[in-house]
C-alpha cells in the first residue's frame, strides 16, 4: 500500500508543479551550463526565387597570343593572312578604330618596313604611312630611288606595321597588344619574304628584337627572323627633331649599299 501511496502522491505533486509552470528538472548535483559546450547554430538553406536568374558563370581566360599563333600559321598567303588578322576579336584596339590598316606597297620588294601602328590620317585613309610622317618617308626613300609605287620590285618597298589598328589618342602600343599580334607580324614577314627588313622607331625594334634604344641602335645591322634587319629613326621623330635627318641619311645610305642597287 505504501508503494502505491507513494505513486499517487508524486504524481500529484508532479502535477503541481507543471500547473505553476516548471518546465524543467532540477537535478540532484547543480550544473554550470557556463561550462557547457554551446553548438552552433544549423546554417539555414538558402531560398532561391522561382524566378531568379541562373548564377553568372566565372569568365574564362582567354589566351590571345595562342589563339593568334594558330590563327597565323592557318594563313596560307597574304590575303588570308590580312583576312585572318581582320576577323581577331581579342585586340581591344579594333574596337575604337575607324579602319584595319594591313601593309602598302608590293609585297614582293625587296625591302620590307615596318612601323609602329596607324595614325589618324593612316585611320582615315585605311592605308599604312599616308600624313606628314608618310610623306617624309617617301620622300626618303624616293632619294636612293625606292619607293611604293614603283614597279620595278628591286625598286619598290613594302609596308606595314607592328599593329593594324590605331591605338587611342595615337598613344604607344602596349606590351600585351604587341604580344597578341606579334604572330601575325611574324607570319607577315615569312610569307612577304622580303631581303631587307627597316624597324621605324622603338615599337618594331621592341616587338622583333625585344628591346628599345632607337638612338642606340640606328645604323646598326641587326638579324630577325632569318633576316637582316635596319633599325632606324621613325619620320615622325626626324619631323619633331630635324638634326637627326643626318643619322636617317646615313642610314639610307647604309641599306642602299646593302642592297647594291
Known amino acids: 500500500m505504501d508503494s ?3 505513486y499517487w502522491n508524486d504524481r500529484a505533486l508532479l502535477e503541481w508543479q507543471v500547473e505553476l509552470g516548471a518546465t524543467d528538472a532540477i537535478l540532484d548535483a547543480p550544473v554550470d551550463r557556463y561550462a557547457l559546450e554551446v553548438a552552433p547554430p544549423k546554417p539555414k538553406p538558402a531560398v532561391v526565387a522561382k524566378d531568379a536568374p541562373p548564377p553568372i558563370p566565372a569568365p574564362v ?3 590571345a597570343v595562342s589563339i593568334a599563333r594558330a590563327a597565323a600559321a592557318a594563313a ?7 583576312t585572318a588578322v581582320q576577323a581577331f576579336e581579342h585586340c581591344e584596339l579594333k574596337r575604337g578604330a575607324r579602319s584595319f590598316v594591313f601593309a602598302d606597297g608590293q609585297a614582293a620588294a625587296r625591302v620590307m618596313i615596318i612601323g609602329e601602328a596607324p ?5 582615315r585613309a585605311g592605308k599604312p604611312f599616308v ?4 610623306q617624309l618617308l617617301d620622300r626618303m626613300f624616293d632619294a636612293i630611288n625606292l619607293g611604293r609605287a614603283h614597279q620595278d620590285v628591286t625598286r619598290s618597298i613594302y609596308i606595314t606595321n607592328v ?3 590605331r591605338p587611342p589618342s595615337n598613344r604607344t602600343p602596349e606590351p600585351a597588344e604587341i604580344a597578341m599580334m606579334l604572330p601575325f607580324l611574324e607570319r607577315h614577314v615569312g610569307l612577304a619574304d622580303p631581303d631587307v627588313i627597316v624597324l621605324m622607331g622603338n615599337t618594331p625594334c621592341q616587338a622583333l628584337l625585344g628591346r628599345t634604344g632607337i638612338t642606340r641602335m640606328r645604323g ?5 627572323l632569318g633576316k637582316p634587319c635596319l633599325p632606324m629613326f621613325h619620320p615622325a621623330y626626324l619631323l619633331r627633331n ?3 635627318k643626318r643619322e636617317a641619311w646615313a642610314d639610307l645610305l647604309e641599306l642602299n649599299a646593302r642592297l647594291k642597287l
Do not use: K, Y
Request: charged share 25%; proline share 6%; glycine share 10%.
Open 163 to 165: 599593329m593594324p589598328w
Open 131 to 134: 600624313g606628314r610622317a608618310g
Open 242 to 244: 630635324t638634326a637627326a
Open 119 to 123: 595614325g589618324s590620317e593612316e585611320d
Open 61 to 63: 581566360e582567354v589566351d
Open 76 to 82: 596560307a598567303d597574304l590575303p588570308s593572312l590580312a
Open 220 to 224: 646598326q645591322w641587326q638579324e630577325v
Open 4 to 6: 502505491v501511496s507513494d
